[in-house]
């Protein structure tokens, strides 16, 4: 406790290391939908779909349901099998594809079908995108002060969903909603255009570190140490 200021120091530090600034846009803008979605969707649902509040929240309920079990039992598969930033440009031209055909789309609004469509894949991808995301964090965080330093990296990714909201405010809430989609479309092809140009690590450093000068207790020796 009485070195929380120099942690704050090394915390900070490490964040504004030049690879770490490079990686808090893309944690901002990973969750812009979010934000845009929530502030939305509601009404589009009620406005243009014809649901009443009610069949939303219902319909939203079985999504995130459904998509958190889709992701709980495949995400981590395929991000231990792919990579983590392999996984993430694999994953943000399909969310690109389908932002894009959803602002495409807009005359077929009214249809439910669509709209259930659209709920449940974008849920899925982007929750994908999380996942393969958070190990690219957890590499880039100093052994010294990671806690602290992952804290930073997911609050200013939880920042991205009122910046989020206030996009859909600005096109949507001005009468012009497939702006909202092409708008969140542009933001995730900037993450993928990162994630191509600049390399993050491969391993975990703090992993590493406290593996190799973690002593052995008393028991029987490993057959690797």
């Not at 439910?112 to 995108?129: E, H, K, T």
Request: hydrophobic share 55%; net charge neutral; with cysteine.
């Amino acid at each position: 406790p009485q070195a929380w200021l120099p942690l704050l120091r090394a915390s900070f530090k490490a964040v504004f290391m030049p690879l770490s600034l490079i990686l808090l846009p893309v944690l901002l803008l990973r969750a812009l939908p979010w934000g845009a979605h929530e502030a939305f969707h509601p009404i589009l649902a009620v406005t243009t779909g014809g649901w009443t509040l009610s069949e939303y929240t219902n319909v939203m309920s079985t999504v995130q349901l459904v998509s958190g079990l889709i992701v709980l039992t495949l995400g981590g598969l395929t991000v231990d099998a792919l990579g983590a930033q392999r996984s993430a440009q694999i994953l943000l031209p399909a969310c690109v594809a389908l932002f894009a055909a959803m602002a495409l789309s807009s005359a077929s609004w009214s249809d439910s079908r669509l709209l259930v469509a659209y709920f449940l894949s974008a849920d899925i991808v982007m929750l994908l995108v999380t996942v393969s995301l958070i190990p690219i964090c957890m590499r880039m965080c100093s052994p010294a002060v990671a806690a602290t330093q992952f804290t930073i990296y997911m609050a200013m990714a939880n920042f991205g969903r009122p910046l989020g909201a206030t996009l859909a405010a600005a096109t949507a809430g001005a009468g012009n909603p497939v702006v909202l989609y092409w708008g969140i479309a542009a933001g995730y092809a900037a993450i993928f255009i990162i994630l191509i140009v600049v390399r993050f690590p491969k391993d975990d450093r703090a992993f590493h570190e406290t593996a190799e000068a973690l002593p052995q207790g008393e028991g029987i020796a490993p057959v690797r140490d």
